[in-house]
């Protein structure tokens, strides 16, 4: 019978290195590309640091071959290069971008009241409160999502789903 092998910091950083790669690069395609089904923003978000982890260990493992590289001009650049792409990403120029409007509308859209969210959404106010009803949740017109979140016991995106996600005929 084989001895089974030692588990080195080489056993798992590299498949961890190569799997989260692949992860990291078909979601941030699709997210690209703006699909973004189920949980794949969460996966790219989260999994970007067992990338991390796992690049860490992979340097760690090659250090002697990573500083050679670096003492070359390409390697030299290639980290100049990218550490001012990273630094010039964090200025706007005056341009908005839709995440930097995620959270101001979000937060605007949970402390609104239902009567509002009606409106936007274009629904009836007697039918948002039925369709909020068929998923057991009274409710009037003049409560906010942050309320009706804290009195479910739910989260505050989850109940936002329901009124903008879902029509009165679909159950949770």
């Known amino acids: 019978m084989k001895a089974a092998k030692p588990f080195t910091l080489r056993t798992w950083s590299t498949p961890i290195t190569i799997g989260s790669f692949i992860l990291m690069t078909v979601t941030g395609v ?3 590309f703006d ?9 790219h978000e989260w999994f970007s640091w067992i990338f991390i982890i796992g690049a860490a260990g992979h340097m ?9 590289h670096l003492r070359s001009n ?18 706007s120029f005056g341009h ?11 937060y605007a859209l949970i402390d609104a009241p239902l009567s509002a969210l009606a409106d936007v959404t274009r ?6 409160l039925q369709k909020l009803k068929n998923h057991g949740i009274t409710a009037t017109l003049d409560q906010n999502i942050r309320e009706l979140a ?10 936002l789903g329901l009124v903008f996600l879902l029509d009165s005929s679909t159950q949770q």
């Open 35 to 43: 699909v973004v089904p189920g949980y794949l923003s969460f996966a």
């Open 60 to 68: 760690v493992i090659n250090f002697k071959p990573l500083t050679k």
């Open 123 to 128: 629904t009836d106010h007697t039918e948002l």
């Open 96 to 106: 908005i971008t839709a995440p930097q409007l995620k959270w101001p509308i979000s």
């Open 150 to 159: 804290i009195e479910q016991n739910v989260d505050e995106f989850h109940m």
């Open 74 to 91: 390409w390697g030299r650049g290639s980290v100049a290069i990218f550490s001012m792409i990273v630094f010039i990403s964090t200025f």
């Open 30 to 32: 699709l997210m690209f």
